[in-house]
């Protein structure tokens, strides 16, 4: 039996309302651009990784990510290895610093999330932290399936 086609376009357009206000959300802060943010999630979620594979995964210009590199580096967020299994490549790691500056970010949009949410019952914020997750992971293993 299906979902209730009404009940899936509200889904539909509460996931683009939630995503445009998240990124404009982060427009707004000062300690990290979108962008930086997402860079350093990306390496921190994959330990290692080359720099095309940056601009692959966020959908980006390969030499936005290669101009953007240094700027991370000099900040003491990233180190920049070579790849043993290709001379000719670079991988990308977060430093400690990044790894700091990325868990005080998170732990200030822990704080934003808890004033967010103040008109939220306990239930409905504990049923949102386990379907949103659960819906990203879907949507991810979707989006792979036919890769």
């Not at 889904?11 to 995503?19: S, T």
């Not at 932290?129 to 293993?141: G, N, Q, V």
């Amino acid at each position: 039996m299906g979902k209730d086609r009404d009940e899936l376009r509200n889904l539909a357009y509460g996931v683009f309302r939630l995503v445009q206000e998240f990124k404009l959300a982060q427009e707004q802060r000062k300690d990290l651009d979108r962008v930086t943010f997402e860079i350093l999630m990306l390496i921190k979620s994959r330990e290692q990784i080359r720099p095309s594979d940056i601009a692959h995964a966020l959908d980006l210009n390969p030499s936005s990510i290669t101009r953007r590199i240094p700027s991370l580096q000099q900040a003491g967020y990233i180190s920049v290895v070579t790849d043993s299994s290709d001379l000719r490549s670079s991988l990308i790691r977060l430093t400690e610093t990044g790894e700091e500056v990325l868990a005080r970010f998170l732990e200030r949009s822990v704080d934003g999330l808890d004033m967010i949410l103040q008109d939220w019952s306990a239930e409905e914020a504990r049923e949102l932290s386990i379907l949103l997750p659960r819906l990203a992971d879907t949507l991810h293993t979707w989006r792979l399936k036919d890769s």
